[in-house]
């Protein structure tokens, strides 16, 4: 095997740490601890931990700055017996020639598909970093859509006439839409986000409760027939939710909650649950988990709306335009109300859901609250008028299918994905099926399934942290602690009481002495504890802290006060050394002033024990409430602030 990427050997292999487990005797490994809850059959329950010289199947791409974070979903997905690679967008631009860096990527993945048995990519990074390929489509050459299928297709030629410009109408060959691989994408660039994103991952395949197999379908009226006088059927998303419903939900023997339009002349005709209204939506989905959620209607980068024909005005049989009314019934606003701790795979049939040029367009918002994985339109979406089963094409049948293979045949997110737009556009009996397998893209693990495995065990919480606990400031010291003696791979986080709390840092052997180096820069009581991680990223509880003193004055605000014309302020050094050069101020904010917003002074030395006095000079003013700050600040750095609301009238000033 080629390895392609340097920083491949920085961690340590958790398949090396298996065998050392297993062969040393020492506790279970972590193979037999992890089972496909899914199952009954104890022989597929068990979780294949693959070699040391497995192939590489699963390759992760993202920045530098992201490489860190992606790293306990790594190991989560090489327990599940994936053997998984991350390579960085800086080593491959180092290493591949191409005309940019989507080419680059692309060139990196043939190589790598030609010498591996690779199966899944996920990019993590936003288009900014990771670009997508934009393609023309066949309907109109005024636009380019942006599109990761151009990473999935790797024997296709995207650029036949080689101009730079890909996948041209009427120029360029088709390239064969064949996946090689199966591509996702985690649409954030902060280092914090995409972890919480990949640890929402992990959680999801770890749950085996029910609402993982509930669904929740919502049906939109797309065109009511001889809409504005064209001359078309009717077409309601309520169709393909109850196609879905028939054919794949009930022999699976899954059950659905179903919304569909019921306001306005010629509402849908198929029963639901309740009505398609954004009330229902959010009072349903926030209160109750769904583990798939599909929709349909008209959309934009940050909403999806239902459409209803309100009144008949002229008699005439027809929905006019004045005769329309819409509202949303899905927004980014509205994810901020779902539960982030039960995350949906969403499956969007509505147009620009994902619009990148929205950098918060509704499928990157969900997938920071409320889903786990997303399928959506990068821009406009087509469909078909009076849409009635799958072959009649577009958008609709896409979503069919997909549910057809992800539930019925039983594969993954990615898998299903992008089988389903390869199947319709090789399908000749399906129609509108580009440019949309072009605009249809997928966020989150493509490997993902609705499979359950159970976690591994909540490590113990460490050992109280050892080290000086009298030390002077802008010094660096060292404080240590270890896991436990169960020898299990283990990370490390740090809180050093001054507002400083670490990353994870490892991994390490649980039972190896972990030390670690800080500096604090102010005098005063601190207090360190430490906590611990497993190798998927579940927390223990912190450790017992150590209470260190840093020498140095400590400068503290015991009281406010205030009366007749004055305020006073008593200040006092805590510390075990001198104050010196004292600068501090009373500043009195809001209200009407006359006189006295602000006294500043100074005190040459505050021994430590002593206190002082600060008083300001006199305040005239009015004001309910005014706000009284106090400031010092000594020149060994210790510094104080106090802030007190109170009442003045004229000269009376009253402590709230």
Not at 398 to 403: D, K, L, R
Not at 404 to 428: P, R
């Amino acid at each position: 095997m080629i390895i392609k990427n340097k920083r491949m050997s920085i961690s340590i292999s958790l398949i090396t740490i298996c065998i050392l487990l297993s062969t040393n005797g020492i506790g279970v490994s972590v193979s037999s601890t992890l089972m496909d809850t899914s199952s009954s059959d104890p022989q597929q329950n068990s979780i294949l931990i693959p070699s040391e010289n497995a192939s590489i199947n699963y390759v992760i791409i993202t920045t530098d700055v992201l490489e860190s974070s992606v790293e306990f979903f790594k190991n989560w997905k090489e327990l599940l017996g994936f053997q998984v690679m991350v390579t960085t967008t800086s080593w491959i631009a180092d290493q591949y020639g191409g005309v940019d860096l989507a080419e680059q990527i692309r060139n990196y993945l043939i190589d790598l598909y030609q010498s591996e048995p690779l199966e899944y990519v996920l990019l993590v990074g936003s288009h900014e970093v990771i670009p997508m390929r934009f393609a023309y489509q066949p309907l109109s050459t005024s636009f380019a859509i942006p599109t990761d299928f151009y990473y999935a297709d790797l024997t296709g030629d995207w650029d036949s006439n080689g101009n730079g410009v890909f996948a041209e109408v009427d120029i360029d060959e088709w390239p064969d839409f064949h996946p090689e691989v199966y591509v996702g994408r985690i649409p954030a660039d902060d280092p914090g986000l995409v972890q919480a994103i990949c640890r929402k991952t992990i959680v999801f395949e770890q749950s085996n409760d029910a609402w993982k197999h509930d669904v929740l379908l919502l049906g939109g009226v797309l065109n009511y027939e001889n809409e504005v006088g064209i001359i078309q059927p009717k077409t309601d998303t309520a169709q393909l939710m109850e196609l879905i419903r028939k054919d794949i939900l009930e022999p699976n023997q899954i059950q659905a909650t179903t919304m569909y339009e019921k306001d306005g002349l010629r509402p849908s005709i198929h029963d639901c649950t309740l009505p398609l209204t954004e009330e229902n939506v959010i009072s349903t989905w926030s209160q109750n988990a769904y583990g798939l959620v599909s929709w349909g209607g008209h959309g934009g980068p940050t909403h999806s709306y239902r459409k209803w024909w309100v009144e008949d005005k002229n008699i005439n049989r027809i929905p006019d335009f004045n005769e329309l009314d819409n509202e949303s019934f899905i927004t980014t606003f509205n994810t901020y109300s779902l539960d982030n701790e039960r995350p949906s795979i969403i499956v969007s049939c509505s147009c620009s859901n994902m619009d990148i040029r929205h950098p918060k367009n509704l499928g990157t918002t969900m997938m920071q609250h409320g889903a786990v994985g997303f399928i959506g339109g990068t821009h406009l979406a087509y469909h078909t008028y009076g849409w009635n089963d799958t072959f009649d094409g577009g958008a609709l049948t896409i979503t069919y299918e997909f549910f057809k293979n992800f539930l019925t045949n039983q594969q993954t997110f990615g898998e299903a994905f992008f089988n389903t737009l390869s199947y319709c556009w090789y399908e000749e009996d399906i129609s509108i099926i580009d440019p949309n397998i072009y605009v249809y893209n997928l966020l989150g693990d493509p490997s993902l399934g609705l499979q359950s495995y159970s976690s591994l065990e909540i490590p113990e919480k460490p050992h109280k942290p050892i080290g000086e606990q009298i030390i002077q400031p802008d010094r660096s010291y060292t404080y240590s602690t270890f896991g436990g003696m169960d020898d299990e791979l283990i990370y490390y986080i740090w809180d050093f009481g001054d507002g400083t709390i670490t990353e994870p840092m490892g991994p390490y052997s649980s039972s190896e002495v972990m030390s670690q180096n800080h500096t604090w820069q102010t005098p005063g009581q601190y207090r360190i504890k430490v906590k611990t991680v497993n190798v998927v990223g579940d927390e223990s509880d912190w450790s017992e802290p150590i209470l260190i003193r840093v020498e140095g004055p400590v400068l503290e605000i015991e009281s406010i006060t205030g009366g007749l014309f004055k305020i006073n302020s008593i200040i006092r050094n805590n510390g075990n050394q001198d104050a010196e050069m004292i600068n501090w101020s009373i500043e009195v904010q809001d209200g009407i002033l006359l006189f006295g917003r602000r006294t500043s002074g100074s005190i040459p030395v505050l021994h430590p024990g002593a206190q002082y006095t600060l008083i300001s000079r006199t305040i005239i003013g009015f004001g309910s409430p005014i706000f009284i700050t106090v400031t010092t600040e000594s020149k060994g750095g210790s510094t104080d602030q106090a802030i007190q609301s109170a009442d003045l009238l004229f000269s009376a000033i009253n402590i709230n």
